[in-house]
């Protein structure tokens, strides 16, 4: 059972705008960013989401994260077939100083 | 280009030791930490242990901790996992990840490896 909780799976249909959660607690997303990683299949994750809402170069603006409270959240809009990934969320958990990552959202795009 | 390449994977016996490698190019190796993410077949993404840039701090999972360890060696521009007393649930991809701010520890991983796989099998 994974600290932070995602919903297992999502989908949309082309065009469509989907919203992952994931919640945590006060000693992980309520104290540190929140963090998304993009994972295609049989393919090694790529950080989609910095510092709750922060888009590295190359992301398109489709993908937008937020973060409140003890939550994050990941926005992706104008849903295209190349979305079909799993999703996760990631912060640093100050209770055991160490990584605590999502337990991961598969995407389909219907 | 930035490039992140792991290797010494491979097939071991439970109670067996594994050392990984992970060689870094492409960006100043000591200026960053740098972490081992596994993923077991069919799960999901789990945190294993980190770095600091200069390998003065380390910091493990509760699954690995007094089994494993992490070091480096900044001469090399290599990341080094040393596995031991291995386990059935330690079978899983192993990915070295860079984290994307000089000299800190808990920002985001920016680059990652291709994964080298580990499988604790009699």
């Known amino acids: 059972q994974s600290v932070l909780t995602q919903p297992p799976s999502a989908s949309g249909t082309p065009g469509q705008t989907v919203t992952i959660s994931c919640s945590g607690s006060i000693s992980n997303i309520g104290s540190n960013y929140g963090f998304w990683y993009q994972q295609l299949p049989r393919t090694a994750p790529k950080l989609l989401i910095y510092r709750n809402n922060q888009r590295p170069s190359g992301v398109p603006d489709r993908f937008s994260g937020s973060k409140s409270g003890t939550s994050a959240s990941l926005a992706i809009s104008g849903l295209r077939s190349e979305d079909e990934a799993d999703y996760y969320c990631a912060t640093w958990d100050d209770s055991v100083s160490g990584w605590v990552f999502g337990g991961g959202t598969k995407l389909t795009v219907l | 280009e930035v490039q992140l390449v792991e290797s010494g994977g491979g097939l071991v016996q439970p109670g067996g030791s594994l050392r990984l490698s992970c060689a870094a190019s492409g960006f100043t190796f000591s200026s960053y930490a740098l972490t081992w993410v596994r993923q077991a077949p069919g799960k999901g993404l789990e945190w294993v242990s980190s770095i600091s840039n200069n390998g003065g701090r380390t910091f493990y999972s509760r699954s690995v901790k007094g089994r494993f360890t992490i070091s480096r060696d900044n001469s090399k521009n290599t990341l080094y996992l040393q596995m031991t007393s291995l386990r059935g649930e330690d079978t899983a991809v192993y990915y070295c990840?860079?984290?994307?701010?000089?000299?800190?520890?808990?920002?985001?991983?920016?680059?990652w490896g291709q994964g080298t796989m580990v499988t604790v099998s009699s």
């Open positions: 990840a860079k984290v994307s701010v000089t000299t800190t520890i808990n920002e985001g991983f920016d680059i």
